[in-house]
T-cell receptor
Framework: EAQVTQNPRYLITVTGKKLTVTCSQN?????MSWYRQDPGLGLRQIYY???????DKGDVPEGYKVSRKEKRNFPLILESPSPNQTSLYFC???FGQGSNSPLHFGNGTRLTVT | GDSVTQMEGPVTLSEEAFLTINCTYT??????LFWYVQYPGEGLQLLLK?????DKGSNKGFEATYRKETTSFHLEKGSVQVSDSAVYFC????????????FGTGTRLTVIP
């Protein structure tokens, strides 16, 4: 089944403790992206990647890192999480950049930083 | 910069009622426009899209028409069902593609029997 898989689904951590949220897609998509969803703000893009070893900042990259060593994986790294990073995070992927390449989303990771 | 303004929610309707969720946009170029739907506990799914002025996107009984003169892309459905209860997001891409989307804030729809 074609899908984007994020892990974990839920994560509670403390300020400053490094964490990684994994994202994997099995559709051989070139493009991958991370979003955070906050009430009243919709989805905001954190980082995206057009292909292996190519990553770029989105609208809200501060406090986050990503890597794209393999085509299928695009982990999101929080080196020193803070409470303002408490949010619902979504990974997404698509085959290309044309309008006929819709984004496929994972089911989300709810992160709480205390 | 590019942005999307979406009707505030939440919206509560009875089954078989008519639905309209307003969406207007600001963009410097000629964006592609999308509606995504998020069911409880799930990620977003593409509902419909339109890539140029006067295009009408449609899917599952939902429709939206790309109106360049009013910079709008309102979502409509003639008769909603309980299963349509979800959060709906309007989005645009100014690259002519489906990536690097600017999302609206989302509108929660609840349909009651």
């Amino acid at each position: 089944e074609a899908q984007v898989t994020q892990n974990p689904r839920y994560l509670i951590t403390v300020t400053g403790k490094k964490l990684t949220v994994t994202c994997s897609q099995n559709m051989n998509h070139e493009y991958m992206s991370w979003y955070r969803q906050d009430p009243g703000l919709g989805l905001r893009q954190i980082y995206y990647s057009m292909n292996v070893e190519v990553t770029d900042k989105g609208d809200v990259p501060e406090g986050y890192k990503v890597s794209r060593k393999e085509k299928r994986n695009f982990p999101l790294i929080l080196e020193s999480p803070s409470p303002n990073q408490t949010s619902l995070y979504f990974c997404a992927s698509s085959f290309g950049q044309g309008s006929n390449s819709p984004l496929h989303f994972g089911n989300g990771t709810r992160l709480t930083v205390t | 910069g590019d942005s999307v303004t979406q009707m505030e929610g939440p919206v509560t309707l009875s089954e078989e009622a008519f639905l309209t969720i307003n969406c207007t946009y600001t963009a410097t170029g000629y964006p592609s426009l999308f509606w995504y739907v998020q069911y409880p506990g799930e990620g977003l799914q593409l509902l419909l899209k339109a890539t140029k002025a006067d295009d009408k996107g449609s899917n599952k009984g939902f429709e939206a028409t790309y109106r360049k003169e009013t910079t709008s892309f309102h979502l409509e459905k003639g008769s909603v069902q309980v299963s349509d209860s979800a959060v709906y997001f309007c989005a645009l891409s100014d690259l002519g593609g489906a990536n690097n989307l600017f999302f609206g804030t989302g509108t929660r729809l609840t349909v009651i029997p």
